[in-house]
């Protein structure tokens, strides 16, 4: 019996090594593979070893499986307790000034987190009225300026700047970064009607191209720059809605959060007359050298997040761009403190850094942005698997790192991914999808299979859901 067992397994392994590289080869062979870029590595997490492996080296353009890269370095570097706390405080160079000092916290008024958006300006104005020296009038400055102002990555593209999935990073973002644009459809002889805007945005205006179809699929873009109130929007809608909305990004989120805790804090009595964003000043002192223009004082309330590892699961469950982008300029912030310095080079930089150390090389590893959007970002299917490695066998956050992934066939993206799959529930991975992108990376586990993987397509003939199936079929052969 000692003698078959080995043998036994032996025949199991090349069986399902068979079976697995018959797969690889239907999969590179369909026909929408022709002109395509392909690269697959496939991994045992136990003795580290190859399984499967097809231009495993070749950088490939990664879309949304990057955010394993940006939320790995963030729990390895923050770790899963760390918050980001939002201060308010009185300037003590000016008695009459409240100043709002954000840290990046991407999470202020999410509908991620919370069902009412506004309850946080409830929490803060009972906290200032509270606290506030008697006067007459107050100015509120909001700080803003931790990132910067260049708060999209350079390499973002113009079709997706103004778009809620583009929204920029900055020191103060507020809901999501985002808007919802109201239309009625219901007229089918002319452009839809503009109906209303959710948060209202003073000053913001559209030039309105968008027609209407009958798919019933929402095939709008809002273009417009940071800080830019002209947004011009293209596309179709679906006719025939009393309400229908799309999204797009806020345009200057620190200085709508001001104007919000301002309606909140005239309504409470607290009289204020003024309200400002560092970014004028941040303008002068770049230019001019001047003197920062403030002093923090009294501090009167902190606002905390909820802690990294739920931002973490929101990033790897939903996609979220937004809160990516905040990862990885926080990363860069935490190794320069200076606010000149671009965090977002910054962040990049340490990415490379971390992992170099950590035994991994990043050759293979172009990055733009922390959340996949830049189409000249790119990593390698060998690179993905051995951070999933790491992160599965040498991190202190092994569990939560593999708990933020979606099971494949229930959960976020991944909900309808291997649904009907013998891998169902046994599959958590972060998937990547652009246009001419299809990419999935994560782990497989089943019983005693127990692997890593990264499957990524590039510049494929035919449809993203035709290569969805497509890689479905491929791991089910694992």
Not at 7 to 16: E, G, N
Request: charge should be positive; proline fraction near 5%; include cysteine.
């Amino acid at each position: 019996m000692k003698q078959k067992m080995p043998l036994f397994f032996f025949v199991f392994f090349l069986t399902s090594f068979s079976f697995a590289q018959i797969s690889l080869q239907q999969f590179l062979t369909m026909p929408a593979m022709k002109h395509a870029s392909v690269g697959v590595c496939v991994k045992d997490l136990e003795t580290g070893k190859t399984l499967i492996s097809h231009n495993a080296d070749k950088s490939l353009t990664p879309a949304s499986t990057l955010k394993l890269v940006t939320t790995a370095t963030a729990l390895e570097l923050l770790g899963p307790d760390y918050r980001y706390a939002t201060t308010l405080a009185l300037d003590a160079n000016n008695p009459s000034r409240i100043l709002v000092l954000g840290s990046g916290d991407p999470t202020l008024g999410t509908e991620v987190f919370d069902d009412n958006r506004y309850a946080f300006l409830s929490d803060w104005t009972n906290a200032l009225k509270a606290s506030l020296p008697k006067k007459d009038a107050w100015e509120l400055y909001i700080v803003d300026d931790l990132f910067g102002y260049e708060g999209v990555s350079p390499q973002w593209t113009w079709e997706d700047l103004g778009n809620y999935y583009a929204a920029g990073a900055y020191g103060i973002s507020v809901f999501d970064n985002t808007y919802r644009l109201y239309f009625d459809t219901t007229d089918r002889n002319s452009c839809p009607k503009i109906l209303r805007i959710d948060p209202p945005i003073r000053g913001l205006s559209f030039t309105n191209y968008l027609t209407l179809n009958t798919t019933g699929k929402d095939n709008a873009y809002i273009f417009g720059a940071p800080f830019s109130y002209e947004r011009t929007i293209r596309g179709n809608i679906p006719a025939g809605r009393v309400s229908f909305s799309i999204k797009g990004d806020i345009p200057d989120p620190g200085l709508l959060l001001g104007e919000k805790l301002a309606e909140y804090l005239q309504k409470s009595g607290v009289n204020i007359h003024t309200v400002k964003t560092a970014r004028t000043d941040y303008i002068l002192r770049v230019c001019h050298k001047a003197p920062q223009p403030y002093r923090v004082g009294e501090v009167l309330y902190i606002h905390r997040s909820l802690p990294l590892s739920d931002i973490i699961c929101e990033i790897n469950v939903k996609s979220n761009n937004h809160f990516a982008e905040h990862l990885l300029r926080t990363i860069g912030r935490a190794q320069n403190g200076d606010i000149y310095s671009d965090p977002l080079k910054e962040g990049i930089d340490f990415v490379n850094t971390f992992w170099e150390s950590r035994g991994i090389s990043t050759s293979s590893l172009f990055m733009y942005d922390g959340c996949g959007l830049a189409p000249q970002n790119g990593v390698s299917p060998a690179f993905l698997c051995d951070l999933l490695s790491y992160m599965n066998k040498k991190s202190s956050y092994s569990q939560m790192f593999f708990n933020s992934l979606p099971k494949a066939g229930e959960e976020g993206t991944l909900q309808y991914f291997m649904n009907k799959t013998k891998y169902a529930g046994k599959i958590r991975a972060k998937s990547g999808s652009i246009s001419g992108v299809q990419c999935y990376a994560g782990y497989l586990m089943d019983g005693s299979k127990k692997y890593v993987f990264a499957v990524m397509v590039n510049k494929f003939n035919g449809t993203n859901a035709e290569i969805r199936r497509a890689i479905e079929k491929f791991l089910s052969g694992l």
